[in-house]
């Protein structure tokens, strides 16, 4: 394989990992949006936006990629994700990852891309 071709081939991964991220925040936004509807009219919109994802995790998957959202596991160090508010919190504090900002996306070799999360303290 030329140089060319792995040039043209990480920038095709990249734009895909650029497309899922923001079809993943999509997909959440209009989840919430969806959630504020009466249970009769959302229905039909929780179809659709679950079809959706399911193409996009098919897209991925045909590409040898996987979101990975992490929300509500324990965070620790050296997990795949960085922590906006992790300033916010004591070294013995026990945090649990409440919500993710970006997916983190896997690939056959490993990290393709690191997600972001919000993380909260789990009360004792």
Do not use: C
């Amino acid at each position: 394989m030329t140089s060319e071709q792995t040039n043209s081939g990480e920038q095709l991964e990249r734009s895909l990992i650029d497309i899922a991220v923001e079809s993943w925040r999509f997909s959440r936004l209009f989840a919430r949006l969806v959630n504020k509807l009466d249970a009769g009219e959302g229905s039909r919109y929780v179809n659709q936006i679950r079809y959706f994802q399911k193409k996009v995790e098919e897209s991925l998957d045909a590409s040898g990629l996987k979101l990975v959202n992490v929300e509500g596991h324990q965070f620790e160090p050296g997990m795949a994700a960085s922590a906006i508010n992790i300033g916010d919190f004591g070294p013995d504090d026990v945090l649990v990852v409440e919500q993710m900002v970006e997916p983190i996306i896997m690939g056959s070799e490993g990290l393709r891309k690191q997600g972001t999360v919000m993380l909260r303290k789990v009360q004792e």
